[in-house]
């Protein structure tokens, strides 16, 4: 894949600021294409290869790009692209398949200018109706259709897409700065203000450290609700005035005046699947054969035809189908010595199976913790979610045979998958048994109450998600969080009003399908999402989830919810269209999930008395009341508690904030 940075703005004006900050600093060079340049440097894991430049009078954008598809044998040297010279036109053969961005409409009038970090699939469909309106492209490149088509259907291009993308377009004659996210979130975008009204944008937020009028402050209200859902969940992020632009959202930015306007341009639906829709009469094997068949389709279109494409495999269901899809030359698992959280046989068997090699990496915790503030280092932002320290040593591996794989990220999401989705028996029965009025009306007396015995049980009595589910994970409750953190940082939302604006949307849904859509709205893109696309980049790999698909999205949402959970299994209908390929055991293989074995870790002394002496530090003192963190340590270590998760999500958070905020002073 690839990343870009960006900044809009007077930068005539911003370039004298720059250097007065810089002379200051003793710094050399204080130019803009200086400042551009030590950003792109910022994320040169995204794109080691190449690297191309674009500055204007009001905008200035920046490309790291990894791998040139197409360009087998052509030297991948940079390209310039600046408005004083002629560089924007891409005139020979080897430019015109290299396709280094930032690419522009060189062969019409040279007025609109394009970075994208993504892949438009359906990119020859539309390409051939674009030439017949009469766009000439100077590129095989399939993100060159964002060009010709914001020509020709203007912000309307985004839903005509199929793919993964984050882009911005610069239109030169309007003035405007027009981008959008993908559907589900796959590809980040991160935007912030200056303090002169200019726009930074770009891939990662740490390439913003690079500009001097860019001021790094911890956002105190990201903290609190963090430690209830383990990842960023706000859409400011834990850097003050840096936002990120939601999934299926779109962005105009008016360079004349500095306004941006967001919309959203698209939405799940899982209406569909309820009467009267017409998917909620469709029959299982109609489902089955639709989605086996889009699913292939899918797998199709994200591998990369010039270079050899492994896949990450694990016990699971979706991974496998996807493998067994594409059978790749190549798969690649990772493992640990604990009993019960090793996967990597049933990979290994499968690919045994399917007659392909298989490579497994055994983690060992030491090399875990070693490089745990790197992690959090390139996932930009604190994250919790356990697995990011496997997954960041599995696409290490990965990324030492294959420069391409693909996933099975995004199928517990959209066909149901996950055990939280599922209703335990007694549960069952107590739907059965107890008026629906009676269980609302007991979970709204017991929910402000302190957590007790059977209070989890009658929240999700109550059939109202809205009472109790938050998504995949609930670390800390609403009153722990708020007597862990020092008074400054209780000010953050509450979980309620994170979540209600979600659920308000989809008031009318049934109850599984309310819990999908909050998953895909917070879990998908804050932590799954995120830790697939920067861990990949991390090694320069190019990760894809074809899964996680337009179309496919189209029959998951149209599947009555009777084909996703039975009391059998979860996302039946998954497991069904995968039979097509997998051996049964694969196919009906229950979900265990990408377990991490944290809560064995922190039980051994080296790993405990290096948490310990953080938690006691003075950094975990300006933030925690650091009596309560070291008698949560402390009881874990004794065996009086498992507070892994808690232990855990307070740890990744003071190992961010000092690689960020400490390590890096300035």
């Not at 430049?53 to 040297?77: D, K, P």
């Not at 400011?236 to 341009?265: C, D, N, Q, W």
């Not at 698909?549 to 996302?571: G, L």
């Not at 948490?611 to 309560?628: K, N, T």
Request: proline share 5%; charged share 25%; aromatic share 10%.
């Amino acid at each position: 894949m690839s990343g870009f940075v960006g900044i809009a703005g007077e930068l005539s004006a911003q370039e004298t600021t720059i250097g007065a900050v810089e002379r200051e600093a003793n710094a050399a060079d204080t130019s803009i294409s200086a400042v551009l340049e030590r950003m792109m440097d910022r994320i040169i894991h995204r794109g080691p290869d190449a690297a191309g430049t674009f500055i204007s009078e009001h905008v200035a954008l920046g490309f790291r790009q990894l791998g040139m598809s197409g360009n087998s044998g052509i030297a991948q040297q940079p390209l310039t692209l600046s408005q004083t010279t002629s560089a924007l036109q891409l005139q020979t053969s080897d430019q015109a398949r290299s396709a280094l961005q930032p690419l522009s409409n060189s062969l019409e009038d040279n007025t609109i200018v394009l970075v994208c970090n993504g892949e438009i699939l359906n990119a020859p469909a539309l390409r051939v109706e674009l030439e017949a309106e009469g766009h000439i492209f100077a590129t095989q490149t399939s993100v060159e259709v964002l060009l010709h088509g914001y020509e020709q259907w203007g912000k309307a291009i985004t839903e005509r897409l199929r793919g993964f993308f984050a882009f911005v377009i610069y239109d030169r004659k309007r003035e405007t700065l027009f981008g959008a996210r993908d559907f589900f979130g796959i590809k980040p975008f991160y935007y912030t203000r200056l303090n002169d009204g200019s726009l930074l944008f770009g891939s990662e937020i740490k390439a913003f450290l690079e500009h001097p009028g860019f001021s790094k402050q911890l956002n105190e209200r990201a903290l609190k609700p963090y430690l209830s859902f383990q990842y960023s969940v706000l859409e400011e992020t834990f850097f003050k005035g840096v936002f990120r632009l939601p999934p299926a959202h779109r962005f105009t930015f008016e360079l004349s005046t500095g306004t941006m306007v967001i919309e959203r341009y698209w939405d799940v639906d899982f209406s569909q699947s309820l009467p009267p829709a017409l998917g909620a009469s469709r029959s299982l094997d109609e489902c089955i054969e639709a989605l086996d068949k889009v699913v292939n389709e899918s797998v199709r279109l994200h591998r990369v035809a010039d270079a050899p494409v492994g896949a990450l495999l694990s016990g699971g269901i979706d991974s496998s189908y996807v493998t067994s899809a594409l059978k790749p030359d190549k798969t690649f698992s990772v493992g640990f010595i604990n009993e019960g959280y090793d996967e990597t046989n049933q990979a290994r068997d499968l690919s045994d199976i399917l007659g392909i090699e298989n490579f497994r990496y055994i983690l060992d915790p030491a090399d875990g913790f070693e490089a745990f503030p790197t992690i959090q280092y390139h996932i930009d932002e604190p994250l919790a979610d356990p697995s990011i320290v496997p997954l960041y040593f599995l696409n290490k591996m990965t990324r030492q045979h294959v420069s391409h794989a693909l996933s099975g990220e995004g199928g517990d999401e959209l066909f149901a998958g996950y055990e939280l989705y599922d209703e335990p028996v007694p549960t069952r029965k107590w739907k059965r048994r107890v008026p629906a009025p009676v269980r609302r009306g007991l979970a709204t007396l017991v929910k402000p109450l302190p957590r007790f015995k059977g209070r989890a049980f009658l929240l999700r009595g109550s059939g109202r998600p809205e009472d109790y589910f938050i998504g995949q994970v609930h670390i800390f409750d609403e009153r722990e969080a708020t007597a862990l953190v020092k008074p400054k940082f209780r000010s953050g939302p509450s979980i309620a009003e994170i979540t209600a604006p979600i659920y308000q949307r989809v008031a009318g849904w049934d109850e599984l399908s309310k819990k999908q859509y909050l998953d895909m709205n917070l879990w998908l893109p804050g932590a799954m999402l995120l830790k697939g696309d920067k861990m990949s980049m991390a090694h320069s790999l190019d990760l894809r989830a074809p899964l996680l698909d337009i179309e496919v999205m189209k029959e998951a949402q149209s599947a009555p919810q009777a084909y996703r959970i039975t009391e059998e299994n979860t996302k039946c209908v998954l497991r069904a269209a995968a039979a097509h390929t997998l051996p049964a055991a694969w196919a009906n293989r229950v979900k265990t999930g990408f377990l991490t074995p944290i809560r064995f870790w922190l039980k051994e002394d080296r790993y405990y008395e290096r948490i310990r002496e953080l938690f006691a530090s003075e950094i975990a003192d300006r933030f925690f009341d650091c009596e309560r963190l070291l008698a949560l340590l402390n009881a874990h270590h004794e065996g009086k508690a498992n507070n892994g998760r808690k232990i855990w999500t307070v740890y990744s958070f003071l190992v961010w904030y000092q690689r960020f905020f400490v390590d890096e002073v300035a």
